[in-house]
Nanobody
């Protein structure tokens, strides 16, 4: 069984920084794309950032220049460095990944349980 576990959320003042981490565990052969999504109260879940296995990244316009996604393939981790945080960044942040398990013939999409980020003075 594959699991994704996020950490690093919390309360931060506007203009502050947080670093989210997501660790994948289980019988994993390979992890393809890894993403961060977020969902604010009353809003749909939205894609924040994506990183391919080779390190190609893409970001939502709302976070470009402020957030940086990175990954460590050996450690099976993905990170989201969030700088210059704004109140509108407040949301539950979810890790998402396409994982090829040893027992599978094709990748399966997995979600973490989410971590709360609150930006408020």
């Amino acid at each position: 069984q594959v699991q994704l576990v996020e950490s690093g959320g919390g309360l931060v003042q506007p203009g502050g920084s947080l670093r989210l981490s997501c660790a994948a565990s289980g019988s994993i052969f390979r992890i393809d794309a890894m993403d961060w999504y977020r969902q604010a109260p009353g809003k749909q879940r939205e894609l924040v950032a994506i990183i391919t296995r080779g390190g190609v990244t893409n970001y939502a316009d709302s976070v470009k220049g402020r957030f940086t996604i990175s990954r460590d393939n050996a450690m099976k981790k993905v990170y989201l460095q969030m700088n210059s945080l704004k109140p509108e960044d407040t949301a539950v942040y979810y890790c998402n990944a396409d994982v090829m398990a040893y027992s599978s013939s094709r990748p399966t999409n997995y979600w973490g349980q989410g971590t709360q980020v609150t930006v408020s003075s």
